[in-house]
């Protein structure tokens, strides 16, 4: 039963405008001054001042920062530059608020279900915050308890960032947010519930059973409510603790990063949405030449129509053949609509950019351009092209597709990975057929409890 602090409540909902209005009132103000009334701002100074604000709330506003920071084209580059800034490592909730959240979710006698549980927070994110726990058996446990009045909190943001799209349209109409916003809105408010998470895990653990590199927590039922998820603690190192390893080393961790996120893919039309570098940890393998990986957090996972997965595989043939026809089916597939000539061939242009390390059948970095600025410069290309030409509405699937392959390809770089990626990738597509996937997906989906994709 809910408590008072679970409620989407009224009052809950006015403390939460109370605390976010100015930062991002102020945001809409001075764009639209700068829009409506030619009036010139310090825009950097500006993003600078919000990015503070936000990084002192915890709750899905921050989360949502992270997000927009990564979309391209969404926001003005300064308020990029700062948003991306902002940190998953929150100050965590103190000992009284841990007592009576796992009192809410367990009972008076919680602590007699535990052998040991730690009084610090081992990591603090924007939605919850995970402790360490022994069970009575001795297994370690990680246990992540949810912020108080996180539903009041999603509800209040969701409104604030409609205002900041409505505002920033006004300043470009290049990209529609409607729908952009509508997926944020969805995934956020399924990752209040973490009874869904512990089916995205058990998910997870079905979809990567054959992957021996590539770990999943397992959920404890008996201590896990839709407040407080418990699962096994999985020991591991910051992803980033490799990055100066030898490059062999860097290479299978990579490899393993790439099957972590594409054989859901591919196989079942299922992606992790949220890339930030927490969300999964290295460790080293039983056997000598091997490294695996952990994923950790499975509370933004999007799973996509089968149609969705052959358009991406579509306008991959359809870039490598040059066939115009194709790249139209793949796109249209997606749900753009209103396609001229001329749109088309800007957004093959982006796409050529995305698919680039895939069509080269050999070993090289994920990107070999000029660190960043040749896609940053392709971008702005393409983004002026669109506004030119009446603009677009991104169908709202590529948020958080967008935001998964900016996420990884970002662990990529860091790595300075060399890798066939071509070879990786034809090892998942090359047996593709659209009805199997379809079979494969409502039979997992089925197996864990969770509805078909929409």
């Not at 100066?244 to 054989?263: C, G």
């Not at 001229?340 to 093959?348: C, D, P």
């Not at 960043?372 to 030119?388: F, L, M, N, Q």
């Amino acid at each position: 039963m809910a408590t008072d602090e679970e409620r989407n409540t009224l009052g809950g909902r006015v403390r939460r405008y109370a605390r976010v209005g100015a930062a991002v009132g102020g945001f809409a103000a001075r764009l639209g001054a700068e829009r409506v009334f030619g009036l010139r701002i310090d825009r950097g100074k500006h993003a600078g001042d919000l990015r503070a604000a936000l990084g002192g709330l915890k709750g899905p506003l921050m989360k949502v920062a992270q997000l927009m920071s990564t979309i391209p084209d969404a926001l003005p580059d300064e308020y990029v530059h700062e948003l991306i800034q902002l940190q998953s490592d929150a100050p965590s909730m103190g000992w009284p608020f841990v007592k009576r959240r796992m009192a809410s979710e367990l009972g008076e006698d919680w602590e007699n279900r535990f052998k040991s549980f730690e009084r610090t927070a081992a990591a603090a994110a924007s939605l919850g915050q995970v402790h360490r726990a022994v069970a009575p058996d001795g297994a370690k446990l990680a246990c992540k308890l949810q912020y108080p009045d996180m539903q009041s909190a999603v509800e209040a943001d969701l409104r604030q960032l409609k205002l900041v799209f409505a505002i920033y349209e006004r300043y470009d109409r290049a990209i529609t947010t409607r729908e952009i916003h509508a997926e944020i809105a969805e995934r956020l408010r399924e990752e209040l519930d973490y009874a869904r998470e512990a089916k995205h895990m058990a998910l997870y653990a079905r979809m990567l059973r054959k992957e021996k590199h590539i770990h999943v927590p397992r959920v404890v039922p008996a201590l896990s409510t839709r407040r407080l998820l418990t699962m096994t603690w999985l020991d591991g190192v910051k992803l980033l603790a490799v990055k100066d390893a030898p490059v062999e080393r860097r290479n299978r961790v990579a490899l393993n990063m790439f099957r972590a996120w594409y054989v859901p893919f591919y196989g079942y039309g299922v992606i992790h949405g949220d890339p930030h570098l927490g969300n999964y940890s290295a460790r080293p393998a039983e056997a000598e030449g091997e490294d695996d990986i952990n994923l950790l957090d499975f509370g933004c996972i999007r799973v996509f129509p089968p149609r969705f997965v052959g358009g991406v595989i579509d306008l991959y043939w359809a870039l490598r053949r040059g066939d115009r026809d194709l790249a139209v089916h793949a796109y249209e597939t997606w749900g753009f609509t209103g396609l001229s000539k001329e749109i088309i061939a800007a957004l093959n242009r982006w796409a050529a950019f995305v698919y680039a390390p895939l069509m080269e059948d050999r070993t090289r970095l994920i990107e070999e351009t000029n660190s960043g600025v040749y896609g940053r410069e392709v971008a702005e290309k393409v983004h002026a092209d669109i506004r030119r030409l009446g603009g677009v509405t991104p169908p709202r699937e590529f948020v958080l597709m967008d935001r998964a392959a900016i996420g990884l390809g970002s662990v990529f770089l860091h790595l300075k990975a060399e890798v066939n990626w071509h070879r990786l990738f034809h090892d998942l597509i090359d047996d593709f057929e659209l009805k199997a996937l379809a079979k494969r997906q409502a039979a997992a989906l089925g197996a864990v409890g969770l509805p078909p994709a929409a």
